[in-house]
């Protein structure tokens, strides 16, 4: 089972900033949080990754509270090459092995 | 950033005969490598993990005789698809771990798509 809880869609418009948050309510001491970006017929396209507070790049910043249960993704000024689908992972070592369980992820419609 | 390469990025295959799809990191070396499925619409499903000079671990419903995965080096991972059906058609897709613990980025490849006739 995934690890993560995100909202299905969301739609904004160019120019506007898009935040999206991530739920990992159960998410280890140890586990990073990693966000990742997948356009149609590509393989997903890393964007971020942070372990607490907060994390910028030149693409995305994330946040993430002192209890970690949670996680935003915020995306500055997107433009219509942003749509896409945007996926939360926490890391699942419970077999053994360091892997990524998918969830919904979130499908960002940006228009114009 | 690391680089993992897929081959083909597409295919067409015949029911019933086999095809084999490469994952390569190109310049990082990795121990662990994944092999997911993806139907349109849909997230993408963790089918196997693939541990370089052992057995892949499968995940709960995948049928391992079916999803042939080799991992003879640590920049290369094939799965192959065995007597294929066209229910197998779909968007696969590979990750590599650039490490070896927790907290390392995994990157994925391109995808491969399998049209299975």
């Known amino acids: 089972l995934a690890k993560t809880t995100q909202p299905i869609s969301m739609d904004s418009y160019e120019g506007q900033e898009v935040n999206i948050t991530c739920s990992h309510n159960n998410i280890a001491t140890n586990d990073y949080i990693t966000w990742y970006q997948q356009f149609p017929s590509q393989g997903p396209r890393f964007i971020i990754q942070g372990y607490k507070t907060k994390v910028t790049n030149e693409v995305a910043s994330l946040f993430i509270p002192a209890d970690r249960k949670s996680s935003t993704l915020s995306l500055p000024r997107v433009s219509l090459s942003d749509t896409a689908v945007y996926y939360c992972l926490v890391g699942d070592s419970a077999s053994g092995t360091y892997k990524y369980i998918f969830g919904t992820g979130t499908r960002l419609k940006v228009l114009a | 950033g690391a680089v993992v390469s897929q081959h083909p990025s597409w295919v067409i295959c015949k029911s019933g005969t086999s095809v084999k799809i490469e994952c390569r990191s190109l310049?990082?070396?990795?121990?662990?490598m994944f092999w997911y499925r993806q139907f349109p619409k849909q997230s993408l499903m963790l089918m196997a993990t693939s541990n370089e000079g052992s057995k892949a671990t499968y995940e709960q419903g995948v049928e391992k005789d079916k999803f042939l995965i080799n991992h003879a080096s640590l920049t290369l991972s094939t799965l192959t698809v065995t007597s294929a059906h066209p229910e197998d058609s779909s968007f696969y897709i590979c990750?590599?771990?650039?490490?070896?613990?927790?907290?390392?980025?995994?990157?994925f490849g391109e995808g491969s798509w399998l049209t299975v006739v």
């Open positions: 310049d990082f070396q990795a121990t662990t």
């Open positions: 990750s590599a771990n650039p490490g070896t613990g927790i907290g390392n980025t995994i990157y």
